[in-house]
């Protein structure tokens, strides 16, 4: 990730979404939404093969819950 978000576009679309924000959050709302960003683009350079959506990892056994 090159693109930083800077203090004003953070700003920009926050009131842009109808959340208009103190002056004094522009620059922490632009960090969160920079390490948001990395994290999911971490997460989408995962190679999860052939994982299904919600699958336990492999070897992990189920809890008896049954009531």
């Known amino acids: 990730m090159t693109d930083r978000l800077t203090a004003r576009e953070a700003a920009r679309w926050a009131a842009r979404a109808g959340l208009p924000l103190r002056e004094e959050r522009h620059a922490v709302v632009a960090a969160t939404a920079d390490h948001i960003a990395a ?23 189920s809890a008896d819950v049954s009531l």
């Open 39 to 61: 994290v999911v683009s971490t997460l989408r350079d995962l190679d999860l093969g052939e994982t299904a959506p919600g699958a336990p990892p492999a070897g992990w056994e």
